[in-house]
């Protein structure tokens, strides 16, 4: 059983950056693999980033590639997605989620989802 709560959203100009946290209740976060998912309006939930146990292994959705950056500090059960360069299309509801089995870029293979927290990027 695992709770992850997101913070670190907000409202930001087109070229800004926000640093999403996500914190992890339990013993054992870094068994887990773990991602970001966003869902803007109307669409569906879409990958973003994924992250290994060790925070050696990273991997990113395409249209994030070079402007995010997705970190872990098992020492304090949190996890990072470092966004610079936004854009109004990175417009969404971010969720962290957390994966026991392995690398996955699939929302229905997490184990553990946080409840979300808005990024709205203007102009």
């Known amino acids: 059983q695992v709770q992850l709560v997101e913070s670190g959203g907000g409202l930001v100009q087109a070229g800004g950056s926000l640093r999403l946290s996500c914190a992890a209740s339990g013993r054992t976060f870094s068994s887990y693999y773990m991602g970001w998912f966003r869902q803007a309006p109307g669409k569906e939930r879409d990958f973003v980033a994924v992250i290994s146990r060790s925070g050696a292994i990273t991997a990113y959705a395409d249209s994030v590639k070079g402007r995010f950056t997705i970190s872990r500090d098992n020492a304090k059960n949190t996890v990072y997605l470092q966004m610079n360069s936004l854009k109004p299309e990175d417009t969404a509801v971010y969720y962290c989620?957390?994966?026991?089995?392995?690398?996955?870029?699939?929302?229905?293979?997490?184990?553990?989802w946080g409840k979300g927290t808005l990024v709205t990027v203007s102009s």
């Open positions: 989620a957390a994966d026991s089995e392995g690398y996955s870029r699939r929302g229905t293979d997490m184990d553990y």
